[in-house]
């Protein structure tokens, strides 16, 4: 199964460090890749193929061959929007890391 995987990269966060951890998992028996909306995503290079998605915008337009789409998303929208924005925009399964996502709007 090809699975694109939208997360954040930044280095401290929960929701990284989940990415990597699922994404290495998944890796064994499926082609996974990490969307990710920051221009750098070094940690995660070991681990699947990543596609810097704002920073090349064209990049988008793969999207219609992954089998399934996992967006993993957090209360803080400004770290999130780009990948909200794809979710809207595109069917797939949403992991909520926070419980409460009132700081999303």
């Known amino acids: 199964m090809r699975i694109a995987w939208f997360t954040t990269s930044w280095e401290g966060s929960g929701i990284a ?12 028996e499926h082609d996974v890749e990490l969307w990710v909306p920051e221009r750098r995503a070094p940690a995660f290079a070991a681990v699947a193929q990543v596609v810097p998605f704002v920073a090349r915008p064209h990049a988008l337009m793969r999207l219609h061959t992954p089998d399934a789409f996992v967006y993993n ?5 400004p ?3 780009a990948i909200a924005a794809v979710a809207a925009a595109t069917a797939g399964v949403v992991v909520l890391h926070d419980l409460v996502m009132r700081h999303f709007h």
């Open 73 to 77: 998303l957090g209360n803080d929208l």
């Open 17 to 28: 460090a989940f990415s990597r951890v699922v994404a290495a998992a998944l890796a064994g």
């Open 79 to 81: 770290r999130h929007r």
